[in-house]
C-alpha cells in the first residue's frame, strides 16, 4: 500500500485500487499550505473524532469526491445532514469494505464537532486486507486499551500515533504504545503544527531507536510504500 502525508494527522492511504482519507485538515495548516486539496482523491474518508483539526476538510473533500464517510454513528449523522453519506460504527465494531477490513477501537480523548455537534466517543481505526495491517490511533493518550489491539486483530505492520504531547500521548508514551500493540514501527503524526505540541524531532527519533523502534517522520507531501 501507499500512504501520503498531508500534515498533523492526514494521511492518504491507497488500497486495492482505492483512495482513503483520513482526518482531514489542509488548509487551515499552515505546515501544508503546499498541498493542493483539490488533487487529493477519497473514495473513503475516515474521521478518528469531531475536533476541527481532524475534519476541517472533510465535508468539502467529500463532496467534491462523493465520498463515503467512516467514523462513529454520531460524526456520520453530522455528515449525512452535510449531504455526504457515510457507513456508521462504533467501539468494538468491524466491518469488511472493498479495501479491506476496518475495526473501530477506543481512544481516551474528547469528541465534539467544530458547530458544537456532539462528536460521539473518540476513536482510531484498525485496517486490514490480504497484504497488510495498520493502526491509525487518532488522538489518544496511552491507555490499556491498546492491548486489546493485538489479541483481537492481526499482527500490525505499522501504526500511525500521535506524539506531540499535550493533547495525546507525547512519543515517550508512543513507545510504550508499541509494547502494547505489538508493533515496533511508527509513522508519527500530531506534533508541530501549533505551539502546543512542537517537538524535538531528533530527540524523538533517537528515543524509539534506544528501545529498538522506529520513528518514521514523513515530510508533508511525501509517501511511503509500505
Ligand atoms: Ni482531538
Ligand atoms: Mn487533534
Redesign the pocket.
Given at each position: 500500500m501507499k500512504l501520503t502525508y498531508y500534515g498533523h494527522s492526514c494521511f492518504g492511504a491507497e488500497m486495492k485500487g482505492k483512495h482513503i482519507l483520513f482526518d482531514p485538515f489542509i488548509s487551515p495548516n499552515e505546515l501544508a499550505k503546499d498541498i493542493n486539496i483539490d488533487e487529493i482523491r477519497a473514495d473513503y474518508l475516515l474521521v478518528s473524532?469531531g475536533?476541527g483539526?481532524?475534519v476541517a476538510d472533510a465535508v468539502s473533500i467529500g463532496s467534491k469526491n462523493n465520498s463515503r464517510a467512516i467514523s462513529n454513528f454520531e460524526i456520520v449523522s453530522w455528515f449525512e445532514q452535510k449531504g455526504v453519506h457515510g457507513h456508521p460504527m462504533n467501539h468494538g465494531g468491524k466491518v469488511k469494505f472493498d479495501f479491506g477490513v476496518v475495526k473501530y477501537v477506543n481512544a481516551v480523548?474528547?469528541?465534539v464537532l467544530p458547530d458544537g455537534t456532539y462528536g460521539g466517543n473518540?476513536g482510531g481505526f484498525v485496517i486490514w486486507n490480504d497484504e497488510v495491517c495498520f493502526y491509525f490511533s487518532?488522538?489518544t493518550a496511552l491507555t490499556m486499551d491498546l492491548k486489546l489491539i493485538p489479541m483481537t486483530c492481526p499482527a500490525l505492520d505499522f501504526a500511525i500515533l500521535p506524539i506531540g504531547d499535550n493533547?495525546?500521548m507525547g512519543y515517550d508514551d508512543a513507545i510504550m504504545a508499541c509494547d502494547f500493540i505489538g508493533c515496533d514501527k511508527v509513522i508519527g503524526c500530531h506534533y508541530d503544527t501549533f505551539g502546543y505540541i512542537k517537538i524535538d524531532q531528533a530527540r524523538a527519533k533517537k528515543a524509539f531507536e534506544d528501545k529498538g523502534k522506529e520513528l518514521i517522520l514523513l515530510p508533508i507531501g511525501e509517501s511511503l510504500d509500505l
Open positions: 473524532h475536533h483539526d481532524h480523548h474528547s469528541s473518540p487518532g488522538d493533547f495525546t
